[in-house]
């Protein structure tokens, strides 16, 4: 077709011989480039492609520098919240709002006992005709208990539970405990790594109360680890089994499990073969070897859990 072209435009004058000329090239350019669109890319040569890569290595340099410095911050923000926590979980004894929730909870019995509440008193009352020879046994000691610790320490109001719970209600929680403890802390928002954390300090005033306050980590997580350890996929018993390894695991840490402690108080008086005996004593009287071999395993596991 070129070819063509070409010897046509010779017969022409000479002028118009060059425009023709002109134009015919013009086509011949579009023609290619029409069926080769890479013909005319500068970056196929290989110092101007090298010098693209270049290019694009920069950018590709600029945006990892950027991402780099994005994950930098990250980490930097993930240790100082690691740093943050523990002592805050760890170091409470000056939170008012735990000190009080200690208390309440230590003497629970005793402000049941020594309420001057009115209605409080007529509960009590009522409360003492229902009970057989050995829990009034119980009753009495416990009494003359509170009395001491009442006298010893005027400033728990043991009379008057409201006193203390107003104290608490009024407070300001200063540890990330305490804010749980006040409902601060939606408990339901904390990620598995913060309740792992907190677990860890393996403080006994935490751990006392952790089944309580982190209800659904120990049925979603640590319920269904017990079962595949102990092989057995009987929902009550394991929630049993749970429930007094750990009890066994805050007493041997130093919570209160003794003879007139709130716990075995409340068992007394559910029971009145529990009246007189520690809590570790009780357990082993009520359950088989094999229960408390399988105490013993869930001991163990919750060791690892909590230290």
């Not at 060059?18 to 500068?42: H, K, T």
């Not at 003359?144 to 929680?173: G, M, R, V």
């Not at 570790?280 to 395993?297: E, F, H, M, R, V």
Request: proline letters at 2%; glycine letters at 4%.
């Amino acid at each position: 077709m070129t070819s063509i072209i070409i010897l046509a435009i010779w017969s022409i004058d000479m002028r118009i011989k060059w425009l023709l000329l002109l134009v015919s090239v013009i086509m011949v350019v579009a023609i290619l480039f029409y069926s080769n669109p890479g013909i005319l890319d500068l970056t196929n040569n290989t110092e101007n492609g090298q010098l693209q890569e270049d290019i694009q290595s920069l950018k590709e340099n600029k945006s990892f520098e950027k991402q780099s410095g994005k994950l930098k911050r990250i980490k930097e923000l993930d240790a100082g919240y690691s740093k943050e926590i523990k002592p805050i979980a760890a170091v409470y004894d000056t939170d008012p709002v735990v000190d009080a929730h200690l208390i309440i909870k230590k003497y629970k019995i005793c402000f049941n006992q020594l309420s001057s509440n009115k209605r409080s008193l007529d509960h009590v009352r009522r409360f003492k005709q229902r009970l057989d020879k050995r829990q009034q046994q119980f009753y009495e000691n416990i009494q003359a208990y509170c009395q001491q610790i009442n006298k010893k320490h005027p400033e728990y109001s043991l009379t008057d539970i409201a006193i203390l719970q107003n104290q608490k209600n009024n407070a300001i929680a200063s540890s990330f405990w305490g804010r749980i403890i006040n409902g601060e802390i939606d408990v339901s928002s904390l990620s598995d790594y913060d309740i792992k954390n907190l677990l860890k300090q393996n403080d006994v005033n935490i751990l006392s109360e952790a089944p309580i306050y982190l209800r659904d980590y120990y049925l979603k997580v640590i319920h269904w680890e017990l079962e595949d350890i102990l092989q057995n996929h009987q929902y009550d018993y394991i929630n049993l089994t749970r429930h007094y390894a750990h009890q066994l695991y805050v007493c041997d840490l130093g919570a209160d499990c003794g003879v007139n402690s709130t716990i075995m108080s409340n068992l007394c008086f559910i029971n009145s073969r529990s009246c007189g005996l520690d809590y570790p004593t009780y357990i082993s009287n009520i359950l088989t070897l094999g229960q408390q071999a399988d105490i013993k395993l869930t001991m163990s596991y919750l060791q690892n859990k909590y230290q």
